[in-house]
């Protein structure tokens, strides 16, 4: 089984100017579980297909992952990544969003190395994704300035701006493996389910999980009055008085402690943070019947393994 890590860490990002490279390098060092390469390579085994040949896609994923990682960081103004300083932080914002830019280039330039006869196929999937991605981006900072976002709108969001990319990654390694349309299909929408849990979760995390695993400071997305599962399932379920306090806090536009701590009380007498752990519980188990149509192998038992560690995870 291929090592994604050392894959990685084989790129090379010595090349001139380092002003541009070595936040490329830097970024792709930070760590991370390369949940995407795995999952890639993890598609292509599926159908008994050479992880080998598919490792040109997975890097492409991974590179191209990070590159949105670094220009979400600007966007939302993150100072730390994984533990780390943010690219923005350490250089510069002109830095981070320049280093994207080539790392966007570098994942198209890995789609060379796949298979040719899977090219086409590779590459359609992979350009389509990228523009969802980016639709799904445009439509997070919509919701900033909306008033009227229903929580099948933040499922549409998320679909876009995280599930899409887990379901390209199955179904890239899937096509490289060999897979029927029908399997690639029931591979992709088993990576759309495990994506929104991914998400939801995610949600939960910044709220209610532990800083030195998760690896950020929690509650930004309180600070921020982002648009998450918990902040519109609670917006839902509140009754008066909970919804007079609820927009109470979201006037107020400066990060405290009280606020962050006043909301997550709220998330909890609103149900809302019950509601988020429900609806991980939900996609979580429709993943698992998309896998019931996919060989029953050991690389289905260990996707089914990732879907219920990914919807406990704390990091």
């Known amino acids: 089984m291929l090592d994604c890590n050392k894959a990685i860490a084989a790129l090379d990002w010595s090349r001139e100017p380092q002003g541009l490279y070595a936040p490329i390098a830097y970024a792709l060092s930070s760590g991370g579980k390369r949940v995407r390469m795995q999952l890639v390579l993890a598609g292509c085994r599926l159908f008994g297909g050479d992880e080998q040949q598919a490792l040109p896609f997975a890097e492409a994923i991974e590179v191209f992952h990070n590159f949105t990682l670094l220009h979400d960081d600007v966007m939302d103004r993150a100072d730390v990544r994984r533990g780390m300083p943010t690219v923005h932080v350490k250089w ?9 830019d080539q790392m966007l280039i570098e994942a198209y330039r890995l789609l060379e190395g796949v298979p040719t006869k899977h090219l086409p196929a590779l590459l359609r999937l992979f350009t389509r994704t990228a523009t969802e991605i980016c639709e799904g981006q445009q439509y997070d900072v919509d919701f900033e300035t909306r008033d009227d976002v229903e929580i099948s709108d933040y499922l549409e969001m998320i679909r876009l701006k995280t599930s899409v ?37 995610d949600d939960l995390l910044d709220c209610f999980g532990d800083p030195a695993t998760f690896g950020k400071a929690i509650g930004g997305d309180i600070s921020c009055n982002k648009k998450t599962y918990l902040l519109l399932s609670a917006l839902k379920s509140a009754n008066e008085a909970q919804r007079a306090e609820l927009e109470c806090w979201l006037v107020q536009t400066h990060p405290s402690a009280e606020k962050i701590s ?22 979580t188990q429709q993943a698992l019947k998309c896998l019931n149509l996919l060989p029953d192998n050991e690389e289905r038992k260990q996707l089914k393994q990732l879907a219920q560690k990914l919807a406990q995870r704390n990091n």
């Open 92 to 100: 510069s914002d002109n830095t981070a969003i320049l280093s994207g």
């Open 165 to 201: 990319l887990l379901a390209a990654a199955l179904k890239g390694g899937a096509i490289i493996g060999g897979a029927a349309p029908a399997e690639q299909e029931a591979i992709y929408n088993y990576g759309i389910h495990l994506g929104l849990a991914f998400q939801i979760q």
């Open 262 to 283: 006043a909301v997550k009380d709220l998330y909890i007498a609103t149900h809302a943070r019950l509601a988020a752990e429900q609806a991980i519980a939900e996609h």
